[in-house]
Nanobody, 115 residues
Framework: QVQLVESGGGLVQPGGSLRLACAASGTIGSINIMAWYRQAPGKQREVVATITQNDNINYADSVKGRFIISRDNAKSTVYLQMNSLKPEDTAVYYC?????????WGQGTQVTVSS
C-alpha cells in the first residue's frame, strides 16, 4: 500500500509562487506515475500535471509555462512549483499516485490566490 503526504499549500497574492510537495511511502514500484490534480469551487477535479518515473511530463494548457512538475525517485516525492499564480488557480490540489492497478490520492492541500 502507498501513503501520500502533501505539503506547501497556502494563501498567496496574484503573481506569487508556491511549491507543493507530495511524499509517497509504502510499497513503491519502479514504474509509476505521479501527478497533481486540482478541484476549484464549482468545478470537477482536473489534472494539472503528470510525471512518470523516467520524467515524461504532461501539463494542462492552463498551467503551461507557469508550473513545473518534478520528482525525486530516491525520495519518492513529487513537486509542483507554481509560479505567476492567478486567482483562477485557486483550488484544492491533490497528489495522485498510480502504480500497476492501484491508484492513491493525497488528502488535498488548499491553494488560494487572492489579493
Amino acid at each position: 500500500q502507498v501513503q501520500l503526504v502533501e505539503s506547501g499549500g497556502g494563501l498567496v497574492q496574484p503573481g506569487g509562487s508556491l511549491r507543493l510537495a507530495c511524499a509517497a511511502s509504502g510499497t513503491i514500484g519502479s514504474i509509476n506515475i505521479m501527478a497533481w490534480y486540482r478541484q476549484a469551487p464549482g468545478k470537477q477535479r482536473e489534472v494539472v500535471a503528470t510525471i512518470t518515473q523516467n520524467d515524461n511530463i504532461n501539463y494542462a494548457d492552463s498551467v503551461k509555462g507557469r508550473f513545473i512538475i518534478s520528482r525525486d525517485n530516491a525520495k519518492s516525492t513529487v513537486y509542483l512549483q507554481m509560479n505567476s499564480l492567478k486567482p483562477e488557480d485557486t483550488a484544492v490540489y491533490y497528489c495522485n499516485f498510480r502504480q500497476i492497478f492501484n491508484v492513491y490520492w493525497g488528502q488535498g492541500t488548499q491553494v488560494t490566490v487572492s489579493s
